[in-house]
Nanobody, 126 residues
Framework: QVQLVESGGGLVQAGGSLRLSCAAS????????MGWFRQAPGKEREFVAA????????YHADSVKGRFTISRDNAKNTVYLQMNSLKPEDTAVYYC???????????????????WGQGTQVTVSS
């Protein structure tokens, strides 16, 4: 079965950095676009970043542009999220997701993703 396993979360001070990883198994990784989403307590899950199958295009939410970078290594079946200059408002559970679609439309929409990980907690203290 398909598994997406996130790691790399934790507690960090404001201004610090973290690198999240998401290891995929049970699917042809290179055939899936990948995304990162986050959900803070009492809020809806929101788009953070996405990357196309061949990593030729990336997308980042306005709230993280210039601070977060998504990347992938198809040889390792892994997608990454490098998070720099972290702010307390970045505190959330971060989820990776896999999307099997022939187009790159609606990359920020949760409904277009087929598989989800269990999430990893990121807490940024002020």
């Amino acid at each position: 079965q398909v598994q997406l396993v996130e790691s790399g979360g934790g507690l960090v001070q404001a201004g610090g950095s973290l690198r999240l990883s998401c290891a995929a198994s049970g699917l042809t990784f290179s055939a899936y676009a990948m995304g990162w989403f986050r959900q803070a307590p009492g809020k809806e899950r929101e788009f953070v970043a996405a990357i196309t199958r061949g990593a030729d295009s990336t997308y980042h939410a306005d709230s993280v542009k210039g601070r977060f970078t998504i990347s992938r290594d198809n040889a390792k079946n892994t997608v990454y999220l490098q998070m720099n200059s972290l702010k307390p408002e970045d505190t959330a559970v971060y989820y990776c997701a896999a999307r099997f679609r022939p187009d790159n439309n609606y990359m920020g929409s949760t409904s277009t993703y087929n598989y989800w990980g269990q999430g990893t907690q990121v807490t940024v203290s002020s």
